[in-house]
């Protein structure tokens, strides 16, 4: 199956039951797939408006008490971002899922690009942590959406994936495991009598149980600053309150939250760091680079945001470069030249969308590296 396919049998395998959406290539298969698949599981499936409308859904499909999602791409993405605000601050489990297209704008629809990372941990306005996953092939796709639904359940968040046209539109081997084989995480239940129950009181962890509206709790959600009631508290108190605990729950849970693959990192001197459909054009580059005798790594980011610092901090002092490969101007770049802190040269190997980035041209890179000509 495609990557967009699997993206739906992974999020019907983790219990989401309620799919709103828009049609936009190159992510429109996934919303196809739920709408044959979903009816068949006692599932909804509603083809909404726009964007916005979408996402709006699927906040209200979760407080609700059922796993919900959508999925999208540039232009969608951008929509759906005033409410993925909304998502974080009312705390609200969901998973949307953008197969990032080159833009900005319209721009090419039907091809790859990479360039929505920094909207995917910004695109909303204020200050704010967000979990984003980016799946290098169709079976993680799969695996990744299982994950995302897991850890939005956990932490009470809209989780993002964070794909690519390749990776959607790929046609690969998906081993689908038996449902006992399945981690399935769900959000945590209120321990406390209805009457004493309030939607924001954190446990000691920070992590606030999450009761369904129409259970006979008392509910109030409001995308303004609130107390642990829901109420609005209109004073910077309560937004320090309110966001350090947004912000730590996520942060104090890095170790746990951050996933990477880490290949001949043991004796690297040139480390690559990709994503996403990248990471593969980078692994064949690290793997032609050894042949050669060049003593290459890898660090595939299976999650974006958190960003692995530690990861990037621990292995810079030990290289003689690091190199970013990615379907941008330079966004994650960035990031590991922040990490890396001087510690050793950081390059960038990429283009503007529209096509995949050739291992040789990250080969090059690392033979040049290699070289100390960076």
Known sequence: ???????????????CRFFAGYPITPATEIAESMSRRLPQLGGIFIQMEDEIASMAAILGASWGGVKSMTSTSGPGFSLMMENIG?????????????????????????SVGQGDVMQARWGSHGHYEIIVLAPASPQQMFDMTIRAFNLSEYYRLPVLI???????????????????????INRRK???????????????????????????????????????????????????????????????NREKIISTKNLYLDDAEIVVVSYGISARSAMQAVRNARDEGIKAGLIVLETIWPFPEELIRSVAPGAKAMIMAEINGGQLVLELERCACGACPVSLVSNFGGAIIHPNLILNAISKAAKGSI
């Not at 909304?86 to 039907?110: D, K, M, Y």
């Not at 964070?162 to 399935?184: S, W």
């Not at 000691?204 to 609005?232: E, F």
């Open 1 to 15: 199956m495609n990557g967009d396919e699997a993206c739906c049998e992974g999020a019907l395998s983790a219990g």
């Open 86 to 110: 909304l998502g974080i601050c009312t705390e609200t489990p969901c998973v949307v899922c953008n197969v990032q297209r080159a833009g900005p704008s319209t721009g090419l629809p039907t």
């Open 162 to 184: 964070l794909a690519d046209e390749v990776v959607g539109h790929m046609n690969e081997r998906v081993i689908i495991p038996r449902e006992d084989e399945i981690e399935i």
């Open 190 to 252: 209120p321990s406390v009598a209805r009457e004493d129950y309030l939607p924001y009181e954190a446990d000691t962890d920070g992590i606030a149980p999450m009761a369904n509206c129409g259970d006979g709790y008392r509910i109030h959600v409001t995308g303004l600053t609130h107390d642990d009631r829901g109420y609005p508290a209109m004073n910077a108190a309560a937004q320090e309150q309110m966001i350090a605990r947004l912000v730590d729950k996520i942060r104090n």
